[in-house]
Nanobody
């Protein structure tokens, strides 16, 4: 079992920046990728970015060039630096950890709002 705690959401102005954090505990050795998803009301949860143990990343087209994922090399934390934020980025962000059998663990979610 893996337990994820995500944090760092809040209110930011358009064009501003915010950093999300996710800490993992438990059977971390079973995890091969971690990252972030987001889900707006009435919509499906969508991938924002994933990073594998090998360092490969997969960003959604909508955030490329604006968001950057990084990780703690002990693999117990990942971070999402979000720059040049837009109102359409506003939603709940969920930390995600994925096992080799594709089972997914989720954080509790953190709300991020971009508004003037």
């Amino acid at each position: 079992q893996v337990h994820l705690v995500d944090s760092g959401g809040g209110l930011v102005q358009p064009g501003g920046s915010l950093r999300l954090s996710c800490t993992a505990s438990g059977s971390i050795d079973s995890i091969y990728a971690m990252g972030w998803y987001r889900q707006a009301p009435g919509k499906e949860r969508e991938l924002v970015v994933l990073i594998t143990r090998g360092g490969s990343t997969n960003y959604a087209d909508s955030v490329k060039g604006r968001f950057t994922i990084s990780r703690d090399y002990t693999w117990n934390a990942v971070y999402l630096q979000m720059n040049n934020l837009k109102p359409e980025d506003s939603t709940i962000y969920y930390c995600n950890a994925r096992r080799c059998d594709d089972y997914k663990y989720w954080g509790q979610g953190t709300q991020m709002t971009v508004a003037s």
